[in-house]
Each structure stands twice: as structure tokens, then as C-alpha cells.
């Protein structure tokens, strides 16, 4: 399984993004996918995580203001960022999991600017 993050960007705190993660090979296989952050200084942590069923959960620092979704193929997870804050600036990856365990994409900056 591959993946391709792709979205990251500046932003001004109050703003939106979106970031997407193209996933080729063995998509048929995955039971989750999910987006995880890293701030500088800080442990890689959850933001939000979605089943091949649809089933999302988040992080409580992003409940009501990120949103993912993906494709029905399982081709493609989306993170929609809104109302953002200068704490969500952080390296964002997508994550893919399949019985053979979680497969990772390359991260992309996200910056928000106070």
C-alpha cells in the first residue's frame, strides 16, 4: 500500500484547509484510514480516524472543526480543516491500516499563522 499526502499549506488562524491522501495497492485490504500530526517538539498524535464502513472519531482538539471522509473505493482520505488554530501547525500524515498493519504517507507541513 502506498500513500500520497497531498494540500498542506499556510493558513491564518481562523482559516481552512483540505489535504488529501491518494492510496494505491492492496486498497481493498484496509479497515482503516486516518490522518496522525506531529508538531515540532512533540509526539505524532491521532487527529481523526475513519473505517471502511464510514465510522469517523476524532481528536477532542478537533472535534467540530475537522472533518474526514474518503472515497468509496477507498482510493482517497480527505481532512478538512476549518477554524484553525496556531497550535494545529504541524507535519500531517495519512495512515492506511490492512491486517498486514498501518501503512504511512509522507507528511506535508501544515503552518497557521496567529
Known amino acids: 500500500v502506498q500513500l500520497q499526502a497531498s494540500g498542506g499549506g499556510l493558513a491564518q488562524a481562523g482559516g481552512s484547509l483540505g489535504l488529501s491522501c491518494v492510496i494505491s495497492?492492496?486498497?481493498?485490504?484496509?479497515?482503516?484510514m486516518g490522518w496522525f500530526r506531529q508538531a515540532p517538539g512533540r509526539q505524532r498524535e491521532l487527529v481523526a480516524v475513519?473505517?471502511?464502513?464510514?465510522?469517523?472519531n476524532y481528536a477532542d482538539s478537533v472535534k467540530g472543526r475537522f472533518t474526514i471522509s474518503s472515497d468509496g473505493a477507498k482510493d482517497t482520505v480527505y481532512l478538512q480543516m476549518n477554524s484553525l488554530k496556531p497550535e494545529d501547525t504541524a507535519v500531517y500524515y495519512c495512515?492506511?491500516?490492512?491486517?498486514?498493519?498501518?501503512?504511512w504517507g509522507q507528511g506535508t507541513l501544515v503552518t497557521v499563522s496567529s
Open positions: 495497492g492492496s486498497s481493498s485490504t484496509i479497515t482503516t
Open positions: 475513519i473505517s471502511s464502513g464510514g465510522s469517523a
Open positions: 495512515t492506511a491500516t490492512t491486517l498486514a498493519g498501518r501503512h
